[in-house]
């Protein structure tokens, strides 16, 4: 039973989710079958993680049915039942977080008993509700049109013979929601097509976009097409950089009236045409980078449940590093470390701490350091220690580093938290590091034909090796090696 989907669903529960499922199974309304009382009551001892001997199908039976002979269909039953009450109780979970969805049901109830004046007063009470919500993502629009749906059908069922503007306001939000769903629709087509080289084809996107510009071009002033528009052009061709201008202005201005999760989607597109375009070489739109992450940590549009990840905090602190702001990444460093998750805050400080030092050339500080604290994460620590690697190779500490290295590599093979990939990666590091050094230090005993065929063949085991970590880092080191045989050999 450990395995089955019904504990499966169990265990993704929250304390108090489960406390209220137990009373949803208590509920004669929901549930009249006693023995599942009983089941859940059994169940609740074993929560939350629902993985004990206790939850084998025989001991189950032998609480649902004692002093008789064990029946396994008997308790898949039960569990059938059981979970379709669940299934119904996060239903009913998920309809309480959503009181418009609630109200609408409601007004359709009233609607087809022909209950007019509670339908008058609910409609009433819905719509200023619905014209004054904070967001205007397209789900604004899709409950305008659902509102307007029902009114329509009440007035069509009073056969009155006037007009009504129920049928032009379906109409309406009808067309802008459309719109903005196959606008956001075709971005994230597009989208995934540069990121893993698919074919997805938004039909009739084109079309519409003509259609709007020559017919419709007030739509274009409403912010979220505005916003999907710009990234449509954006992503369909990134020359095109008055697009990206136009979004990171529209997002500045608008992005508050979106819920987190779709500016957070809107922001990450922008980010997106800044790293394709500084990979092209295009580095001054670094600072636009650093500029669109400022925005969402100003607005808050980057936390999550008031959290900020570390992946967040770094990318920021990186592209800052990147542009030279050694005071402000010191300070953003500093300030935003309170928000990091408390389980790895202090490693995550202490990475990026390492980082700041290597890329300011404050060595010292980061052997210190490195000294000084003691990393729980081992992801961290590793990472800490292809720094420190770094910073031994550039002061030429090459006796330590060769010791170190040949240590490290030891932990790295017996650590058994590390998963294959990531040993892979780092071992990796270490194998070409340690061939690295070795060159550097024997290039001067060899002719110049004898160290164009050690190069090459350094050059050509890197190109076939596959996961190495920070292997931009390490091929240049090892460019570098050339460059200085030249001037000695």
């Known amino acids: 039973m450990h395995q089955t989907k019904f504990l499966e669903t169990l265990r993704s529960l929250t304390p108090q989710e489960f406390k209220r499922f137990s009373r949803f199974v208590e509920s004669p309304y929901f549930n009249k079958n006693e023995r599942l009382i009983q089941f859940v009551a059994y169940l609740s001892k074993y929560a939350p993680d629902f993985d004990h001997q206790g939850l084998h199908r025989e001991r189950v039976y032998k609480k649902l049915f004692p002093f008789t002979t064990f029946d396994e269909q008997k308790v898949r039953e039960q569990t059938s039942f059981?979970?379709?009450l669940l299934?119904?109780?996060?239903?009913?979970?998920?309809?309480?977080q959503k009181p418009f969805d609630q109200d609408l049901l409601l007004l359709k109830q009233f609607r087809r008993r022909g209950l007019e004046i509670p339908f008058e007063i609910l409609e009433k009470k819905m719509t200023p509700k619905v014209e004054k919500g904070p967001f205007r993502h397209e789900a604004y629009y899709l409950n305008q049109f659902l509102l307007a749906v029902e009114k329509d059908r009440m007035f069509a069922q009073k056969g009155e013979r006037k007009f009504d503007e129920s049928l032009q306001d379906i109409s309406n939000n009808f067309d802008l929601y459309y719109l903005a769903n196959k606008l956001k629709l075709s971005c994230r087509?597009?989208?995934?097509?540069?990121?893993?080289?698919?074919?997805y084809q938004p039909k009739l996107t084109e079309g519409i976009i003509e259609q709007l510009v020559r017919s419709y071009p007030?739509?274009?002033?409403?912010?979220?097409?505005?916003?999907?528009?710009?990234?449509?052009?954006?992503?369909?061709?990134?020359?095109?950089?008055?697009?990206?201008?136009?979004?990171?202005?529209?997002?500045?201005?608008?992005?508050?009236?979106?819920?987190?999760?779709?500016?957070?989607?809107?922001y990450k597109y922008a980010q997106n045409y800044c790293i394709q375009m500084i990979n092209d070489g295009q580095n001054r739109f670094l600072s636009q980078l650093f500029d669109l992450y400022l925005q969402q940590f100003e607005n808050k549009i980057i936390f999550k449940n008031g959290i900020l990840s570390a992946r967040d905090y770094k990318n920021l602190l990186t592209t800052g590093i990147k542009?030279?702001?050694?005071d402000r990444v010191w300070k953003m460093m500093h300030d935003y470390k309170a928000l990091l998750s408390a389980d790895l805050?202090?490693?995550?400080?202490?990475?990026?701490?390492?980082?700041?030092?290597?890329?300011?050339?404050?060595?010292e500080k980061l052997v210190q350091l490195m000294?000084?604290?003691?990393?729980?994460?081992?992801?961290?620590?590793?990472?800490?220690?292809?720094?420190?690697?770094?910073?031994?190779?550039n002061?030429?500490?090459?006796?330590?580093?060769?010791?170190?290295?040949?240590?490290?590599?030891?932990?790295?093979?017996?650590?058994?938290?590390?998963?294959?990939?990531?040993?892979?990666?780092?071992?990796?590091?270490?194998?070409?590091?340690?061939?690295?050094v070795e060159m550097k230090q024997q290039y001067s005993q060899w002719s110049g034909d004898e160290f164009e065929l050690q190069y090459e063949k350094f050059i050509s085991s890197i190109d076939k090796s596959k996961n190495i970590a920070n292997i931009g880092w390490l091929k240049k080191q090892v460019q570098e090696l050339k460059s200085e045989s030249s001037i000695k050999i």
């Open 323 to 326: 542009l030279q702001y050694q």
């Open 345 to 363: 805050k202090e490693d995550v400080f202490h990475y990026n701490l390492i980082q700041f030092y290597y890329a300011f050339g404050q060595e």
């Open 87 to 96: 299934k119904q109780f996060l239903v009913v979970e998920a309809r309480a």
């Open 218 to 266: 007030n739509y274009l002033f409403i912010p979220i097409i505005q916003i999907y528009y710009s990234i449509y052009h954006a992503l369909k061709d990134k020359s095109k950089e008055n697009h990206f201008f136009q979004l990171k202005e529209l997002l500045g201005r608008y992005a508050h009236l979106y819920p987190k999760d779709d500016a957070r989607e809107m």
């Open 371 to 393: 000294d000084a604290y003691t990393f729980q994460n081992i992801h961290y620590y590793v990472g800490s220690k292809y720094v420190l690697y770094q910073t031994m190779y």
């Open 395 to 436: 002061r030429q500490q090459f006796q330590a580093l060769v010791s170190d290295l040949e240590t490290f590599k030891l932990y790295v093979t017996r650590h058994r938290s590390l998963n294959h990939r990531s040993k892979q990666e780092t071992l990796g590091f270490i194998r070409i590091l340690l061939k690295t």
């Open 189 to 199: 087509m597009l989208n995934r097509n540069n990121l893993i080289q698919s074919n």
């Open 82 to 84: 059981l979970y379709k």
